[in-house]
């Protein structure tokens, strides 16, 4: 497990560690409370390994939001938006996104995302995502209490359902071989973990000539350097 990121709460603009960001968020939306609710939401926390570090995440859910959309939040915040697979392990069952509600049986451990997030989730439950079944991407979740969604936090009321309150900022990166700013990764040096870093700078990218995999741009997601992805 690499670096926890530090990243701003949304409500209040404070810098918080990967630590102490859970109860920061819980005091920062009671605080907010009365501040124009445009629902209760469950607060959501995700987080997942990726070759920067440990990377996070906290949305605010409407119970009455599919699996469908919160596949889709973390599709648009974290993935790619090509249809690779993907799943929700809650309890004892899969949810799949490949699955239309219609086409599984009532008790059967199979279902589709096509699932009331209220019917499958409550407080201080935990349960996994998993994207990309090739790269075998995995995210923790973690359920945590309703709070109302002030409205602050909220663009476009049709995309309420899912609202991201906090995110990880990526550090800087430092170039292995010059030591300055880095833009790109090296998965083949990220995999084999190299001592010297696995980032490179554009003037110093053909010190990686050699290596088994195409540079790709660094990105604020724990798939970075996966799978050919470019954000
Ligand atoms: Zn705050
Ligand atoms: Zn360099
Ligand atoms: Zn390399």
Redesign the pocket.
């Known amino acids: 497990m690499g670096q926890l990121f530090d990243g701003p709460?949304r409500?209040?603009g404070?810098t918080y560690t990967g630590q102490g960001i859970t109860s920061?968020?819980k005091r920062?939306l009671a605080d907010h409370a009365n501040q124009g609710a445009l629902h209760h939401g469950l607060l959501v926390g995700v987080r997942s390994d990726g070759y920067g570090g440990r990377y996070w995440l906290y949305m605010l859910v409407r119970p009455e939001a599919s699996l469908f959309d919160l596949d889709g939040h973390l599709r648009a915040t974290w993935l790619e938006s090509i249809g690779r697979p993907s799943a929700f392990d809650i309890e004892e069952r899969q949810y799949l996104n490949t699955l239309e509600a219609d086409e599984v049986g009532s008790d059967s451990p199979i279902r589709s995302m096509d699932t009331d997030v209220g019917s499958v989730i409550r407080p201080r439950t935990d349960f996994k995502y998993l994207y990309d079944l090739q790269h075998r991407d995995r995210f923790e979740l973690v359920v945590y209490d309703p709070y109302p969604c002030p409205s602050s936090l909220v663009d476009d009321p049709s995309e309420a359902d899912v609202v991201t309150v906090a995110r990880n900022e990526a550090g800087d990166a430092e170039c292995a071989t010059c030591e300055g700013e880095a833009s790109l990764i090296c998965p083949a040096c990220a995999e084999a973990d190299v001592e010297e870093g696995f980032y490179a700078c554009e003037s110093c990218r053909d010190e990686h000539d050699e290596h088994d995999a195409e540079l790709l741009p660094i990105v604020n997601s724990p798939r970075m350097g996966v799978g050919g992805f470019r954000g």
Do not use: G, Y
């Open positions: 709460c409500l209040c404070e920061h968020l920062c």
